[in-house]
């Protein structure tokens, strides 16, 4: 079974960057499709970005576009989530996860990924 780990949250400033990692073992991911999501006090936990095995195809939520860069490098089983110009809202514990399913065309319904990572916290201050 792949299991995912993801790092590199922390705490920073409005308008500051952080850049996430997820790790997979277990097997290789890289002919999964691979996403995103997060998940903030009191909200249900909403997609923000997927990728597609190649890298070429990604897809992002209307609230991070712009901001936020998915990319993931298969020779190494990782992902990233580059996030910059963060805000307040977007505080929340992030979480990475892997569809077997889908190679080229990406999910943003969180059901349809078979594999997730525990999470990391994300605050970003005001």
């Known amino acids: 079974q792949v299991q995912l780990v993801e790092s590199g949250g922390g705490l920073v400033q409005a308008g500051g960057s952080l850049r996430l990692s997820c790790a997979a073992s277990?097997?290789?991911?890289?002919?999964?499709?691979m996403g995103w999501f997060r998940q903030a006090p009191g909200k249900e936990r909403e997609f923000v970005g997927a990728?597609?095995?190649?890298?070429?195809?990604?897809s992002y939520a209307d609230s991070v576009k712009g901001r936020f860069t998915i990319s993931r490098d298969n020779a190494k089983n990782t992902v990233y989530l580059q996030m910059n110009s963060l805000k307040p809202e977007d505080t929340a514990v992030y979480y990475c996860?892997?569809?077997?399913?889908?190679?080229?065309?990406?999910?943003?319904?969180?059901?349809?990924?078979?594999?997730w990572g525990q999470g990391t916290q994300v605050t970003v201050s005001s």
């Open positions: 996860a892997a569809d077997r399913d889908r190679t080229v065309f990406v999910t943003r319904r969180r059901v349809e990924y078979d594999y």
């Open positions: 277990g097997g290789t991911v890289s002919s999964y499709v």
């Open positions: 990728i597609s095995w190649s890298g070429v195809g990604t």
